[in-house]
């Protein structure tokens, strides 16, 4: 699946990845390759990405690298999946 996890500040991240588990208002959740259309608001946690993530120098120090998983810890935000493309609008 196709992720992009983008800020006020700047695009983080585009690229494919294995999945996708998200802190949602209603606990967290996990997306995977040809997942049904989803919209949902994001809470205080962490987007934890599935997959290899070739990160920019300049955006790395914003995430957390644990053996197969990334991080990102977030205040808020909106996710969007739809035709095996993820889009998180994180604060």
């Known amino acids: 699946m196709y992720l992009e996890i983008v800020t006020p ?3 983080l991240f585009s690229g ?3 999945s996708v588990a998200v802190p949602g208002v209603n606990g967290e959740f ?3 390759d040809n997942h049904a259309p989803i919209v949902s608001l994001l809470t ?3 987007v934890k990405v599935y997959g ?3 990160l920019e120098e300049e955006v790395a120090e914003k995430f957390i690298k644990e053996k197969n998983i990334t991080l990102l810890p977030i205040n808020s935000g909106t996710i969007e999946m739809k035709d095996n493309k993820v889009i998180v609008l994180a604060d």
């Open 16 to 18: 494919e990845v294995t």
């Open 44 to 46: 205080k946690g962490n």
């Open 52 to 54: 290899e993530m070739n």
């Open 30 to 32: 996990q997306m995977l």
């Open 9 to 11: 500040e700047a695009v």
